[in-house]
């Protein structure tokens, strides 16, 4: 392992932004969530990523503004710690450990200096019993301070967020778990407990799923996992509680949010529509339908004027007091399967998907942006649990990313299987791919395998299906239609066996179909069958051709435990090795190819070259579970390692999910000290949000700058503006409103960009003889003369010898004025 | 927000032939008039003189008609048996026919009386015809001869008798006087030379021929008998050119479209095809309800004229000009275009300040109702326009497809009265054995069964349809047995008929 020290696995991007809710800080410029093991920063307007708040070891679950500072955060982790933040210029300003896992963390504007959090109740520490603590946080100067003064407000609540809520004006907490609503008064030091009864009769599930309080009323919201709210009021005792339901949701309310001034009340579950409840209207609603997935979490500005919504695709929406969306923040989405795959989109070298429910999504790995999903089922999702629907679960792109094929299925229960296969032509205008070929049933049972031939000749395609049978498809050249559509070329099989895998050389001479236990080879050029190979026992689980110069090699892994290398040219075994292989990839831009094999609970990573007995590179117990997706990313500049180690990643990256569905990928050193002054770099000067407008903004007046220098240059060699661009930058970085008035700045600007006195006075004194000397010194008290414009030449030569003594003191003293900014000026 | 995703009506692949120029140009008639006959029309024959009136030959007499009369402008009923072949003379003043009785009768087409009597003939004439200079007629008959005769002497001038059976057809050369061609029930075809003692020119078509015909230039000559239709090059000495066997019963009749492009064969199994004379492919197919004996195009194909063997003549008219242009005309008035695109070209000078409208978009009824989850209120919208739901059944099981994904299509079908659910399954009698809409309308109708199972019997409209849908389902599954055998037979038939290859082993090289 020591000396596998300078490769690394790291996670890249694809965090999950909608964990826990997200908090929009008081001016709405920001929006804070908890994403993996750092809180991310966004800009609400132009919903850019700002910066992220690094710090926490284990995963961030909460984060809320602290009261008393509104430009300072809290945010709680697993790893024991809560942590006070700077946000707007991600600093750490001290971290309280607390020294149990938090689950949640609340705060109040009435409890100043005190968190509530939701720790593991310290008795039973495996067991799924929770409890909220008070914490009073000790001032000190420290960084680090120990807070180990927990004061238990309420046992057993529920680990979730939006479980608990302060009431008005931090009075009271209410807690829900099960079907028990719990309330405990902080003045009369009390608790009241009500129950729902079960309800099992009528299989209504009446269990609470979230809490929220009235902000200026005593009045609790309650979410039901039947898709009723319960307001409660009258509460503070325990026998004549009241409460009023509402119905509208017909799956569990998710989420429940009250605006801060109590007139409206959002709630939200998986028909992903925003519901808007008027508070003294009950009946009277509002509704933000077709959100795109189901809404986890509300969250509403301090002022009221956003909300935002975290859905379960990795996605938070932006809404303009609930009437149109204005910004949508989306991560990684990872649905409830990678059935595609990974692929690498030749054209825009973006990961390939599955995203939303019968979309494919494109996530760009150098930018950790999804950069657009493409629809591919088209068809109105219905949110309801329970539905068969549609699913992508094949797709591949041809070798220059014009065509994209995709496989849509839908399993229903005691019915057959729908299959759609479509053809997605790459369209330049719009930049995006348009449906070309729809093909209904082209198999009979599911489809196994499909590929693109990689020949620059030939588009085709081969699906391998479990009826049996393989078919090509090609693109028929219709002549008097503007465009070709794509039909079956070949249809074959191989003694009614499955084929479960295919894949074609790297020429696309040959094709080798994985029939169980047989490989068959065959010519796409002739659909000769060339030749069979079979290693038995055990089915063909992966089949692989090499690359380069090791294109004579094909490798098969079988189901058991088995790794086969064939060579073609003798058509026979070349080696094989025991592996319990879960994934071969071949790396396209080398011979290189990496065999994940699972081993007793944890995957081992094996690189290698066909045509060497050693691995190039391994590691052992990479993660825990089988690792299922992987692909070999080409990067975007290529590295210089001469490392043996190393040398594998020179050219692409690999990149794989773990069975928990983190992207993670290896990374070496020399890339991370890139990437870390990288960031050095661009944390100088990015004190603002870096838009796409500041950033055109910036590069203009960078170029301006240069041009301008590159305009004074000539006339004043030797002499730079240092104030100059000082004064500018001031004058671009400072806000607006703190800048004095315009004519003030205009003198300061005009100033800085002329030359100091001094130095030209030098310069002055150095071309002009000795003789005027006197004269030049007498006129230089008086006039502010601050520098000489070298393209205006000697006097001498032209001056006339019949001018007078004072002419000649006038003319000089007009030229002793500097020009080169007003030459400059027009110039821009 | 997205907006909401109307429902995939999917395109089905058009059944049928392919729109060629000549099915537009074939199909570019009106519908048939019919007109009743005493008896089998054997012979239709265009005059070429300008009204272009045509002797219609059935039974024992000879009908002229005008273009578009439907009553004959004049008969000639001087005929003691069956007439056959009524022919104008190349100038439409003489019209000559002949008779089972075998005599040869020529009138004038203004006169009712028969001019001159042609005696001689021992048997029915069959066949009649001018030669091009006007002054001869051929005839052929079932005594096995085929003679000239001279109209204004009235005698015969030669008379061969070179065939084994009966001569049913017979043409003269337009562009030479003495030259003619005859077909016989002996299967040959003969030309003759009239300065000649003997036929020139022997052809065996190996079937009793029925008809020929000479292409304008006269190079090719055509023949039909039995179920062949056979093409012949002359100027090779008769050589046989193709063979066409496009029909499944005797020949009977061929005609040549005015520009002499396509060749028209009618036949007694009820159809006339039509064949491209370059490459000799079927281009156009005509049906008719009985077996076709006679056919003529007018000049310029402004006609097709079919006479049949139960008496009737249909007459197809071309569409003129104008009505084409009435009906486009109609068609215009309709939609009114001018509020569609009402602005929309209108192209924004360079100073316009651009204020862009979201463009609405225009959902169909069911698409609305799915908008707002109006289950039942979708389907029935889609049931309920009738036109739209015989016409286009795609967009219904669109719908019902829908449902079903949404899992609310036994929903939807419950709850209906008589009227409704009678609907529901007219549609599902029409379309369920469809194979584009089985598979969904498979379901539909299992989940009607079980939802009305319990009413079956209070409704005698519903158990009528019940049993017609039941009697449906039951021939479809003997059909698809039936095919299933078929295949099977096919199967083993193919596996029989191919060269057995040698598999390759595993490590043989190759």
């Known amino acids: 392992m020591v000396e596998h020290a300078e490769i690394r696995m790291v996670h890249r991007g694809g965090s999950k932004i909608n964990f826990r809710e997200p908090v929009i800080t008081n001016d709405s410029r920001f929006l804070l969530c908890a994403a993996g093991e750092s809180v991310n920063v966004y800009s609400t307007s132009t919903e850019e990523y700002v910066h992220d708040l690094q710090g926490h070891t284990g995963l961030v679950t909460g984060v809320v503004l602290n009261p008393s500072n509104h430009l300072q955060v809290y945010s709680c982790s697993a790893d024991g710690t809560v942590r006070l933040w700077d946000f707007t210029d991600a600093i750490l300003i001290k971290t309280f450990i607390i020294g149990y896992p938090i689950y949640s963390i609340y705060v109040s504007e009435k409890h100043g200096g005190v968190v509530f959090l939701v720790v593991p109740m310290a008795n039973y520490k495996s067991s799924e019993l929770f409890q909220l603590v008070a914490v009073h946080l000790p001032h000190s100067g420290d960084q680090e301070v120990e807070a180990r003064e927990l004061s238990a407000v309420l046992c057993d609540v529920s680990p979730h967020a939006g479980a608990a809520s302060f009431g008005r004006e931090g009075e009271y907490i209410a807690a829900v778990r099960g079907l028990q609503l719990e309330v405990f008064f902080f003045k009369k030091q009390k608790s009241y407990r009500f129950s729902l009864k079960s309800g099992k009769k009528k299989g209504a599930k009446n269990a609470f799923t979230c809490i929220s309080c009235h902000p200026k009323e005593d009045c609790i919201a309650t979410g039901h996992e039947d898709g009723k709210i319960r307001m409660w009021r009258n509460f503070n005792q325990k026998k004549e509680y009241t409460y009023s339901t509402l119905h509208w949701h017909h799956g569990a309310v998710n989420t429940l949010c009250f605006t801060p001034e109590g007139t409206n009340l959002l709630s939200g579950g998986i028909e992903s529509v925003l519901v808007h409840w008027h508070y003294t209207q009950e009946n009277q609603k509002d509704f933000l339908p077709r959100l795109g997935a189901a809404i986890t979490h509300i969250a509403v500005s301090p002022d009221g004027s956003l909300f935002s919504t975290s859905h379960s695709d990795n996605k938070i929406t932006i809404i303009q007091s609930c009437v149109k969306v204005s910004a949508v923040i989306q991560g990684l989405v990872k649905g409830d399967g990678v059935w595609t795959n990974l692929i690498i989109d030749p054209r825009s070298k973006a990961l390939v998907l599955n995203g939303k429910p019968g979309h494919l999504q494109f996530y760009s790995l150098h930018r950790d942006k999804q950069l657009y999903n493409l629809d591919i089922v088209q068809q109105e999702y219905i949110h309801e649990e329970g539905l068969d629907q549609f699913e992508v679960v094949k797709a591949a792109f041809d070798a220059r990313g014009d065509w994209l094929a995709t496989v849509e299925e839908r399993r229903k229960k005691g019915a057959e299987l729908e299959i759609n296969l479509k053809l997605w032509a790459y369209d330049e205008l719009t930049q995006s791919f348009v449906l070309n070929t729809t093909v209904t049933a082209p198999h009979e049972d599911q489809i196994t395998a499909m590929f693109f031939s990689p020949s620059p000749e030939t588009t085709m395609l081969v699906t391998t299906s479990l009826d049996g049978h393989f078919k090509a498809w090609l693109l028929a050249d219709h002549s008097d239609a503007n465009e070709g559509f794509w039909a079956c070329d070949f249809v074959g099989g191989y003694h009614l066996l499955k084929p479960g895998c295919c894949s074609f050389s790297a020429d696309g001479s040959l094709l080798s179909v994985g029939f169980q236990e047989v490989v068959t080879v065959w010519s796409p050029a002739s659909w000769e069958l060339l030749t069979t190979l079979s290693q038995p026992p055990g089915a063909i689980r992966d089949l692989c051709f090499g690359r380069l110069s090791c294109s004579k090699y094909l490798l098969g892994a079988s189901t058991k435990n088995q790794l086969c290398c064939w060579n073609l040219l003798t058509c026979s075994l070349e080696w094989s090795t025991p592996m319990d292989v879960s994934l071969l990839q071949t790396d396209p831009l080398s011979e290189n190819m990496a065999a994940f094999c699972s081993q007793s609970g944890s995957s081992d990573l094996f690189v290698f070259k066909p045509s060497e007995p050693r691995p190039l590179y391994s590691q052992k117990a990479l993660c825990t579970g089988k690792v299922q997706h992987a692909v070999f990313a080409p990067r975007d500049q290529m590295l210089e390692s001469c490392e043996e180690r190393t040398q594998w990643l020179n050219r692409s990256q690999l990149y794989f999910f773990t069975q928990h569905m983190d992207l993670l990928t290896f990374s070496t050193k020399t890339e991370e000290d890139r990437l870390l002054a990288s960031s050095k770099q661009l944390m100088v000067d990015d004190s603002v949000a870096v838009t796409p407008f500041y950033l055109l903004l910036g590069k203009h007046r960078g170029q301006q700058l240069e041009k301008q220098e590159a305009l004074t240059n000539p006339m004043a060699e030797r002499t730079q503006l240092p104030q100059g661009s000082i004064a500018i930058k001031e004058l671009l970085h400072t806000p607006a409103h703190v800048l004095p008035s315009a004519s003030f700045l205009c003198a300061m600007f005009v100033r800085s960009l002329l030359i100091s006195s001094s130095s030209a006075r030098e310069e002055k004194e150095h071309e002009e003889g000795e003789m005027e000397r006197e004269e030049e010194d007498s006129e230089g008290e008086a006039d502010p003369r601050l520098g000489e414009s070298a393209a205006w030449g000697p006097p001498e030569e032209f001056g006339a010898p019949a001018l007078t003594k004072a002419q000649e003191r006038e003319l000089r003293k007009v030229k002793t004025f500097d020009h080169s900014w007003l030459s400059s000026l027009l110039d821009c | 927000m997205a907006s909401f995703k109307s429902t995939k009506i999917p395109i089905y692949p058009k059944l049928g032939e392919k729109v060629t120029p000549d099915t537009l140009y074939w199909k570019n008639y009106k519908a048939p008039v019919q007109i009743k006959e005493f008896g089998a029309v054997t012979s239709i024959d265009f005059s070429s003189l300008a009204p272009h009136n045509y002797a219609v030959t059935a039974s024992t007499r000879i009908h002229i008609y005008g273009p578009f009369s439907t009553e004959p402008v004049k008969t000639f009923t001087r005929f003691k048996d069956t007439a056959y072949s009524g022919k104008f003379r190349s100038d439409g003043q003489l019209l000559v026919a002949g008779c089972e009785d075998s005599m040869v009768r020529l009138f004038d087409v203004s006169g009712k009386v028969a001019l001159r009597v042609f005696k001689g003939h021992t048997k029915g004439v069959h066949v009649t015809d001018f030669t091009s200079d006007c002054y001869h007629i051929l005839t052929g008959s079932d005594d096995y001869t085929c003679r000239l005769w001279d109209i204004p002497n009235s005698t015969e001038l030669t008379s061969y008798k070179e065939h084994t059976d009966y001569i049913r057809c017979g043409i003269t050369s337009k562009l030479n006087r003495d030259i003619f061609i005859t077909g016989s029930y002996d299967h040959t075809l003969r030309v003759f030379d009239a300065r000649v003692e003997k036929s020139v020119m022997t052809m065996d078509h190996s079937q009793p021929v029925e008809s020929v015909l000479l292409y304008p230039s006269e190079g090719l000559l055509v023949s039909a008998g039995g179920r062949y239709v056979k093409v012949w090059d002359l100027l090779k000495g008769g050589q046989p050119l193709v063979s066409l066997k496009n029909h499944h019963k005797t020949v009977t009749c061929l005609s040549l479209s005015s520009n002499g492009q396509r060749l028209l064969s009618a036949s007694l199994d009820r159809h006339v095809k039509i064949y491209n004379t370059t490459n000799y492919k079927v281009v156009h197919n005509f049906d008719y309800a009985a077996s076709i004996l006679s056919l003529a195009l007018a000049p310029d194909d402004e006609s097709i004229v079919v006479g049949m063997t139960n008496g009737v003549l249909s007459i197809k008219h071309r569409k003129s000009p104008e009505e084409k242009r009435e009906m486009a005309g109609k068609q215009r008035m309709q939609p009114v275009y001018r509020i569609f695109v009402k602005g929309r070209n209108y192209v924004p000078k360079k100073d316009d300040f651009l204020v862009s409208k979201p463009v609405k978009s225009h959902l169909a009824k069911y698409d609305k109702q799915l908008k707002k989850f109006n289950i039942s209120k979708a389907l029935d919208t889609q049931l309920r326009q009738i036109s739209?739901?015989?016409?286009?059944?795609?967009?219904?099981?669109?719908?019902?497809?829908?449902?079903?994904?949404?899992?609310?299509?036994?929903?939807?079908?419950?709850?209906?009265?008589?009227?409704?659910?009678?609907?529901?399954?007219?549609?599902?009698?029409?379309?369920?054995?469809?194979?584009?809409?089985?598979?969904?309308?498979?379901?539909?109708?299992?989940?009607?069964?079980?939802?009305?199972?319990?009413?079956?019997?209070?409704?005698?409209?519903?158990?009528?349809?019940?049993?017609?849908?039941?009697?449906?389902?039951e021939r479809e599954v003997d059909y698809q047995q039936d095919l299933l055998e078929v295949l099977g037979m096919l199967d083993t038939l193919f596996a029989a008929s191919l060269p057995r290859k040698e598999v390759p082993c595993p490590g043989s090289s190759r």
């Open chain 2, 388 to 473: 739209c739901t015989i016409l286009i059944p795609e967009i219904t099981v669109a719908v019902m497809k829908e449902l079903d994904r949404r899992g609310t299509l036994k929903n939807a079908l419950a709850g209906r009265d008589e009227q409704n659910l009678s609907q529901l399954l007219n549609f599902l009698i029409g379309n369920v054995v469809d194979p584009r809409f089985t598979p969904v309308l498979v379901t539909a109708t299992e989940m009607i069964l079980d939802i009305y199972q319990a009413v079956v019997g209070q409704s005698s409209v519903v158990d009528r349809q019940l049993v017609r849908l039941q009697e449906l389902v």
